[in-house]
Structures are given as structure tokens and as C-alpha cells.
């Protein structure tokens, strides 16, 4: 009997449980429905906003989802690479380096150009100015955007340039720029010299702008266009080509077959492709702005304008008496500093090595005797073979019938048996009218090197590849990078010689092209993909940013001077 109740109770409560959970269900729904338009005070919160995300949220979540389905070699593939071309090594490479280099956006497309950056209202402030400073020391500046309505910016990703310098000293050097992505930025530097030391800051391009150059990088890698001339008996055509070129009509392919580097023509209509003779600039694109874009770029209100301090504006800067070690003698492998030196009385001295001056044209012939010297690039690193040709009194440039600016150039010094070349660098390449032989790619020159302790070789290449897409630049790298693994393992005292990019003047149409911002992501690139490979860099960006004198993008002979003597302090270290 007793077990019967037990089990009459066990079931009573059963119910009893479920029923008070019905009515906690009910009043659960109820909420629920009632909370579809509820209000606190007097706002109404509807339901229904999980419709109406935050924008920034649903950006940033569209941006892991693109990232997840775009690899860096899609754009290549697009252009006419070859898929299985890639080791995996080099796809995560190009994964990383493209992570790398993503820049800070405005938090909207087509900023009001009164909302964009205006450096005529921001000033900087030298953070603890009243202290003592000693050679050594750090220095740091701080400063808050404003907008042209006077109001501090809520976002970063405005393109600054740094540098500290002491006019009367000719002294000077470059500041590394933080950005906090609110609208603070900050500047740090090294005092390297005693005395009154001088800051200057100055914005390159505001963030709206920077933004406008990527959508041309990405949507316009044909603004640069070139021509190739077709040419049999009496017949002749000249058709567009490029690296990158849509297919509205039929194609010549000319991708090189050592390397996989793609370049294409438009087919001639009566000739055929193996007719081509030579390769030459075509033009520019034009109306490459829309909309408020072009506001972003006005050369009197925000391209390479000077920020101005707020208060003082410099430092005193008192002698130091701890003591730097001998940095020792130049030697390719040494890692490339920021920053890697400054300028003190026009003559530049490097942190990681003790450079030689070579002020006279013996010390140049006693370094280069015997030498066999390679020079591969665009006209900035053509301007060492020019400089170097002229202060060299043995060495005779021997006529090949090219043209001043575009090579192949020869020159030797039979008694000191000097030889020394440069040859532009393969295309694609804004120059005056060339032979397809005369334009090796780099990478092939390289795989055709003997090498040796008396081979030397100096090469560059940015400038341009300022128009195309960063992708095309990794590739062409990756490739240059593989010879150059080649040479020194067949050849490991082969000096190798990097010169980085340099800034520039920018009127408003060079900076759809050739801005330095373009110029700054792909050395970055560089410096990034030559690291730990026993090259040496001559530093050509911080060499031209330190230096009082304008900017150009061909730097005057005393920058030139300064970049010859490092190259030549590695070529000579061994001696």
C-alpha cells in the first residue's frame, strides 16, 4: 500500500512540475513577443535591429570573409602568371607580405573633402621639450589630425613623412611615424648630433586620398600603357602592350620562358607577332578621379605639405660622452636599420658600418681595379654608372649606339682592368624607344653570371612597378630573389648591391602614378623579402628624405655621391 501512494505522489508531482513549466513557457513567449516593440523612456528599440547591424562590425566581418576567399595569386593568375609556377613557400610569403602592407581606411568611402585631413590646421608638439637631450637620446613628437573644419580626426591612415635636421650642420634624419588609427600620430627619432636640432613634419597624402590610390592601383594597372613597333620588309604597325592587358582583341604573347613573367601585345592586323622589333612608353590615362577624389589632391592644400610645430619647434641637443663602438667595415648580410643613418656635414654615416669616402679619382681607381661591375635598373641607379664614368679618370664609355637614357651602356679601363655595365631593367619600364634584347629581366642577367670576389652587382626596381598591383611586384622579386640564391651558391664571394626606392617631388598628376606612397609600400616589399640573404642595401629613401635639398627622383650629385660611396664600401670592404 504504501508503495502505491508513494508512486500516486511521484506522479502528482509530475504533473504538478509540468505544468508550472507551461506557464513559465507562456509567460517566456509573451516577453518575447511583447519585447518586438518595447521602450525604455523615450526611446522605442525595435526587435528587428539585428537588421540594421553596425556598419563598422559588418565591414570588418565582409573583410575576413574576402580575405578568406582571395589569395594574393588570383591577381597574377588574372594578369597571366602561371598557377603552378608558386611553391608553397612563396604563397605564404605573398599571403603574409599582402597582410603586411594593408593600410588604414577612412570609416566611409567619399569622405566630405572639408572632413578630409588638413595639415595647415593640425600642429605638432614636441613631447617633453624642456628636457636635456643628449646625443642618443630619443625624441618624440606627437600630433592630432584636423580636418578643414578644425575638428581632430577619429581615424588614421594619413601618409606622413619625418625628419629631424640642423641646417647650418648640413645634418640630418628621418623619423619612424606611428599611427594610432584615431588621429593621433606619433614621430620617434634619434638625436645622432650636438646642437640646435630642427623638426619637420610634413603630410604626403591624407587618408581619403591614400584611399582613392588604391582603388586606382587595383582598378586602373593600365593608366601607364606601352607600345611595341611590328615591323617586315616595308611593312610596319605598332599595337598596345602591357603586363596586364584586357583581351578585346587578339593577343601576342610574349611571357618570358625562364621566368613565367607575362607580357602581352595586341595583335598587328597583317603582321605577325614574331615581328616585333622594340618597346617603347605609350602614354598616360587620364580622368582617373571620381567624384570628390580629386579634392584629395591639390598641391597648395594637401600633398607634401609641412605640418607646423606648436610652440618650439626644435631641441638643444648637448654632446654625449658615452662612447659608440666601431661599427667596422661594411660587409653584405648586415641587417638594414631604421633609421640606417644621417647625414653630418653632407656626408652620410651609417649605424650598421663605417663608410669610405672616396673623394679623389685614385681612391676610386684603387677600389675597382680588377673589377667586373654589373649595374641593373631604372634611371635612379643609372645615375651611379653616369657619376661613376665621370670621376673615374682610366674608364672609357665605348659608344653601343643607345641612347643617353636607355643603355645598354659599356664602359672600361683597359690598364686597371676595370669593365662595368648597366643595362635598364626588363619591362615593364616607362622609357624611349629600346630593342626587345636590350631589356633582359633581372632574374636572366643573374642566372647568366659567372660570379666571383671581383663580380660585382647593383641593381633597383620599383619605380615602375608604381602603376601595377603590389602582387606583380612580389612575383617579380620572388624571381629575382631565386637568382640571386642561384648565384651565390654557385659563387658565394659575389657582392651584391641593393638600392632601395627614393622620394620624390609630387605634382598632383605625378601622384596618381608615381606617388611616394606607392613608392613606399613596395620598398617595404624589398626590404622585406632580402632580409637575411647575404646582399647590402644602400639605403637611397632615407638617403634622399634626410637630405635638405628638394626632393627629386633623380637626386642631385651630392645624394649621388653619398649612395656611391656605400655601394663602393662594400665593394672595397675586403680589400
Not at 513549466?21 to 509567460?27: K, N, S
Not at 617633453?128 to 580626426?153: C, E, H, I, W, Y
Not at 620624390?504 to 608615381?514: D, G, I, K, M, T
Request: glycine share 6%; net charge positive; charged share 20%.
Amino acid at each position: 500500500m504504501e508503495d502505491k501512494g508513494s508512486k500516486k505522489s511521484t506522479h502528482l508531482l509530475s504533473i504538478l512540475y509540468f505544468g508550472c513549466f507551461l506557464v513559465v513557457l507562456m509567460v517566456v513567449m509573451g516577453m518575447v513577443l511583447n519585447f518586438r516593440q518595447t521602450k525604455f523612456g523615450s526611446y522605442e528599440i525595435d526587435a528587428n535591429f539585428k537588421k540594421h547591424p553596425d556598419p563598422k562590425v559588418e565591414r570588418k566581418k565582409a573583410k575576413v570573409i574576402d580575405e578568406k576567399k582571395t589569395l594574393w595569386t588570383d591577381k597574377l593568375l588574372q594578369c597571366g602568371y602561371q598557377n603552378h609556377s608558386f611553391t608553397p613557400e612563396e604563397r605564404s610569403e605573398g599571403t603574409l607580405l599582402m597582410k603586411m602592407l594593408k593600410w588604414p581606411k577612412p570609416l566611409v568611402s567619399n569622405v566630405p573633402f572639408v572632413e578630409s585631413s588638413n595639415p595647415s590646421l593640425t600642429r605638432f608638439v614636441i613631447l617633453n621639450s624642456a628636457n636635456t637631450f643628449n646625443v642618443g637620446d630619443q625624441l618624440q613628437v606627437m600630433l592630432r589630425m584636423l580636418d578643414f573644419n578644425g575638428k581632430p580626426k577619429a581615424y588614421g591612415g594619413d601618409y606622413l613623412q619625418a625628419r629631424i635636421h640642423s641646417p647650418e650642420l648640413k645634418a640630418g634624419s628621418v623619423g619612424t611615424v606611428v599611427d594610432n588609427q584615431n588621429g593621433f600620430y606619433y614621430v620617434n627619432f634619434t638625436l645622432f648630433w650636438p646642437g640646435k636640432v630642427q623638426v619637420s613634419v610634413s603630410l604626403v597624402h591624407p587618408s581619403e586620398g591614400i584611399q582613392a590610390l588604391e582603388r586606382i592601383r587595383e582598378e586602373s594597372p593600365d593608366r601607364v600603357y606601352f607600345k611595341s613597333i611590328f615591323k617586315s620588309a616595308s611593312s610596319m604597325e605598332n599595337t598596345v602592350c602591357n603586363m596586364c592587358l584586357p583581351e578585346t582583341a587578339p593577343l601576342c604573347n610574349f611571357t618570358d620562358l625562364r621566368t613565367g613573367e607575362p607580357w602581352f601585345c595586341y595583335k598587328p592586323k597583317k603582321l605577325p607577332c614574331s615581328s616585333r622589333i622594340n618597346h617603347v612608353m605609350g602614354g598616360y590615362k587620364r580622368k582617373l578621379l571620381t567624384g570628390v577624389e580629386a579634392r584629395y589632391f591639390q598641391s597648395a592644400k594637401n600633398i607634401k605639405i609641412p605640418i607646423l610645430p606648436e610652440g618650439q619647434g626644435y631641441v638643444i641637443v648637448m654632446s654625449s660622452t658615452r662612447t659608440d663602438k666601431d661599427p667596422g667595415k661594411c660587409l653584405p648580410g648586415t641587417p638594414l636599420l631604421s633609421p640606417s643613418g644621417f647625414y653630418y656635414r653632407d656626408q652620410w654615416n651609417s649605424k650598421t658600418c663605417k663608410i669610405e669616402h672616396f673623394d679623389t679619382p685614385a681612391s676610386f681607381t684603387n677600389c675597382l681595379r680588377g673589377k667586373d661591375i654589373h649595374i641593373f635598373g631604372d634611371s635612379t641607379i643609372r645615375q651611379w654608372f653616369e657619376y661613376l664614368i665621370s670621376f673615374v679618370p682610366g674608364i672609357r664609355k665605348y659608344n653601343l649606339g643607345n641612347t643617353a637614357k636607355t643603355g645598354p651602356h659599356l664602359a672600361l679601363d683597359i690598364d686597371n682592368t676595370i669593365k662595368m655595365d648597366y643595362f635598364a631593367h626588363g619591362k615593364p619600364i616607362r622609357i624611349q624607344p629600346i630593342s626587345n634584347q636590350d631589356l633582359p629581366l633581372i632574374a636572366n642577367k643573374l642566372d647568366d653570371i659567372k660570379g666571383g670576389k671581383d663580380t660585382i652587382i647593383a641593381f633597383t626596381i620599383w619605380c615602375h612597378f608604381n602603376t601595377f598591383p603590389v602582387e606583380t611586384y612580389i612575383r617579380r622579386l620572388q624571381n629575382i630573389r631565386r637568382s640571386i640564391l642561384r648565384l651565390l651558391n654557385r659563387s658565394p664571394d659575389t657582392v651584391i648591391v641593393i638600392k632601395t626606392a627614393n622620394v620624390q617631388a609630387l605634382p598632383r598628376e605625378v601622384s596618381l602614378y608615381n606617388s611616394d606612397w606607392f613608392s613606399f609600400q613596395l620598398d617595404t616589399v624589398m626590404r622585406s623579402m632580402f632580409k637575411g640573404i647575404n646582399v647590402a642595401f644602400v639605403d637611397a629613401w632615407e638617403m634622399t628624405l634626410a637630405h635638405y635639398l628638394l626632393h627629386e627622383l633623380h637626386p642631385k650629385q651630392i645624394i649621388i655621391k653619398n649612395q656611391v660611396d656605400m655601394f663602393l664600401s662594400y665593394v672595397c670592404a675586403k680589400r
